[in-house]
């Protein structure tokens, strides 16, 4: 799991621990699922610029899994209003 910090809080990058956990090799994955090497080690390492929502909606179908499974946001100070979406 690679952490990234924000000015605001930090991101966990956690799609290195899916492929370990599930045994998976990055060209598999590159295969199966049709997805750039570059973008791949970009979210393996945290060194995203943008989000491609269709790479991590392939991404959760192939690990059967939420996007926050993938890379999660955590704020450093939570808003006072309760606003869950």
Do not use: H
């Amino acid at each position: 799991m690679i952490k990234f910090n924000t000015e605001n809080g930090y991101y966990l990058f956690k799609l290195d621990d899916l492929l370990r956990k599930g045994n998976i090799s990055k060209n598999r994955l590159i295969k199966e699922t049709n997805t750039d090497f570059k973008v791949l080690q970009r979210i393996i390492k945290g060194e995203l610029v943008k989000m491609d929502i269709f790479v991590f909606a392939r991404l959760c179908d192939y690990f059967n899994c939420r996007i926050t499974d993938i890379v999660e946001y955590i704020p450093n100070i939570y808003p006072k209003s309760d606003c869950n979406l």
